[in-house]
C-alpha cells in the first residue's frame, strides 16, 4: 500500500531557528510536493520535485528552501522560523505522470513560538 | 487567474440527503479537476477526477458535474452518510508530461447528522 511519511506529527520551535521536516515515500515515486495548509485558505504548494536534486518553486516558496538527495526523501527547510510560518505541512508523492494522483501524509503541525 | 473558488466554507445535511459542493475557475488553460476528501488528523486522498471533455462522472455515490462554458464544477454525494463526514478539496491542474501542480480551493467541511 502506497505510503507516505512525514517524521512529525507536532514540533514547536522558535523565532529565528532553522527547521527541517522530514517525508519519506516507499513507492518509488518520481514526483514529490509540500504544501501548507491553513484554515480558510486550502493547501498551497510550496515546492516540488519530480527527480532526485530537482527542485521547482510552487506558488508560495518564500522563506522556504527543499532538498532532494535521494529519491524517497524531500525535505522542507525554514531557514529562519518566523510566526507566520506556523501551520500544517503535508507532504504529497505521485509516480511521473499527469494523470496519476498525488498521495499524501498525514502533515505535521508546526508551531513557531 | 489561478485561484480556484469554493463554495460552501461548511455544509450540514442529513442522513441520506445529497450534499453538493461548487467550485468555479477562472484559467481556461485548467484541464484536470480532482476532488480530494481529508478526514480530521489524515491527509487529503483523491476522491474522484473529471478531464473537461467529458460534463459528469459518477463513482458510486459520487458524481462530479462539470460545465466547461460557465468554468464551475461541483460534488455531488447521494445518499450522504455520516462516514462522508470530511473536509472536501476541490482542485484545479493543468497536466504536464509527468506532474499535476494543482491549485486548490480553500475546502469545505461536510458534516452528515444522524
Known amino acids: 500500500d502506497v505510503k507516505v511519511t512525514q517524521s512529525s506529527r507536532y514540533l514547536v520551535k522558535r523565532t529565528g531557528e532553522k527547521v527541517f521536516l522530514e517525508c519519506v515515500q516507499d513507492m518509488d515515486h518520481e514526483n514529490m510536493f509540500w504544501y501548507r495548509q491553513d484554515p480558510g485558505l486550502g493547501l498551497r504548494l510550496i515546492y516540488f520535485?519530480?527527480?532526485?536534486?530537482?527542485?521547482e518553486k510552487g506558488d508560495i516558496p518564500e522563506g522556504y528552501s527543499v532538498s532532494r538527495e535521494k529519491k524517497e526523501r524531500f525535505s522542507l527547510i525554514l531557514e529562519s522560523a518566523s510566526t507566520n510560518q506556523t501551520s500544517m505541512y503535508l507532504c504529497?508523492?505521485?509516480?511521473?505522470?499527469?494523470?496519476?494522483?498525488?498521495?499524501f501524509g498525514d502533515g505535521t503541525r508546526l508551531s513557531i513560538l | 487567474q489561478q485561484q480556484v473558488k469554493q463554495s460552501p466554507q461548511s455544509l450540514i445535511v442529513q442522513k441520506g440527503g445529497i450534499s453538493i459542493i461548487n467550485c468555479a475557475y477562472e484559467?481556461?488553460?485548467?484541464?484536470?479537476f480532482p476532488w480530494y476528501q481529508q478526514f480530521p488528523g489524515k491527509g487529503p486522498a483523491l476522491l474522484i477526477a473529471i478531464r473537461p471533455d467529458v460534463s459528469e462522472k459518477k463513482e458510486g455515490r459520487f458524481t462530479i458535474s462539470f460545465n466547461k462554458s460557465a468554468k464551475q464544477f461541483s460534488l455531488h454525494i447521494m445518499d450522504s452518510q455520516p462516514g462522508d463526514s470530511a473536509t472536501y478539496f476541490c482542485a484545479a491542474s493543468i497536466l504536464n508530461t509527468g506532474f499535476q501542480k494543482l491549485v486548490f480551493g480553500t475546502g469545505t467541511r461536510l458534516l452528515v447528522s444522524p
Open positions: 520535485s519530480y527527480d532526485v536534486k530537482m527542485k
Open positions: 504529497a508523492s505521485s509516480l511521473w505522470s499527469s494523470n496519476q494522483p498525488q498521495h
Open positions: 484559467n481556461t488553460a485548467f484541464d484536470y
